[in-house]
């Protein structure tokens, strides 16, 4: 298996414009997880999904984010406006069962906002 | 409010010697707690983890420590090897809608020079 894919690697935007990321999770995982890395937070996570369905998005900062996942095998994140402050590496995650340590992560896209 | 927290932001070892991360929580709630590494441009992994019934658990070069009275946990390599060199991030496991939801530190950078 390729594990987490994750899109774009890099994303460099202006503020206001809106930004998608994208996550392949390792096919017959049943959750999702998105995440978000800074140097003062360290990873936080924005909400999660199980089998397609969104359970936590209390870690989601304000309306500007929003995360969707069609089918199990594709999932976005998007921000819309994006501002400066959302300048950070976003992780997805899979898991295959409600276990605490097996989650696979992707490499993560690293978002920079102009 | 962090509830998962590093407070050393990074940490330089003499390849050979014994490294000691150290993670502070403030729920008491937590009832697992886990250590991921994570290299440059890619994905947190997996390490060792350890239950709160436990006080200590062993996986080969790596120790995690669990003083509960002192919400305390730390993260032992011996010996330290430069291929050891990464991000340590401290992570602690809530129930959270039926699945365990991992509270992350902001992770302390581990140097590890010949």
């Known amino acids: 298996d390729a594990g987490v894919i994750q899109s774009p690697r890099h994303e460099v935007t202006e503020m206001g414009q809106e930004v998608t990321l994208r996550c392949k999770p390792i096919?017959?995982?049943?959750?999702l997880f998105w995440y978000r890395q800074t140097m003062m937070r360290g990873l936080e996570l924005l909400i999660y999904?199980?089998?397609?369905?969104?359970?936590?998005d209390s870690g989601m900062p304000e309306d500007r984010f929003s995360a969707k996942m069609p089918n199990a095998s594709f999932s976005t994140l998007k921000i819309q406006p994006s501002e400066p402050r959302d300048s950070a590496v976003y992780f997805c995650?899979?898991?295959?069962?409600?276990?605490?340590?097996?989650?696979?992560f992707g490499p993560g896209t690293r978002l920079l906002v102009l | 409010d962090q509830q998962v927290k590093q407070n050393s932001p990074s940490l330089s070892v003499q390849e050979g010697r014994i490294s000691i991360l150290n993670c502070d929580y403030t729920?008491?709630?937590?009832?697992?707690f886990l250590w991921y590494k994570k290299y440059p441009a890619e994905g947190p992994t997996f390490l060792i983890s350890?239950?709160?019934?436990?006080d200590k658990n062993e996986d080969g070069r790596f120790t995690v420590f669990l003083n509960k009275s002192a919400k305390h946990l730390s993260l032992h390599i011996v010996p330290s090897q430069p291929g050891d060199s990464a991000v340590y991030f401290c992570?602690?496991?809530?129930?959270?809608?039926?699945?365990?939801?991992?509270?992350f530190g902001a992770g302390t950078r581990l140097a590890v020079h010949p």
């Open positions: 096919s017959g995982h049943d959750y």
């Open positions: 992570a602690a496991a809530v129930l959270s809608g039926g699945y365990n939801k991992l509270i």
């Open positions: 350890i239950s709160s019934i436990k």
């Open positions: 999904f199980n089998n397609n369905v969104p359970i936590d």
């Open positions: 995650a899979s898991s295959l069962s409600p276990s605490r340590e097996t989650q696979y």
């Open positions: 729920n008491s709630m937590f009832d697992y």
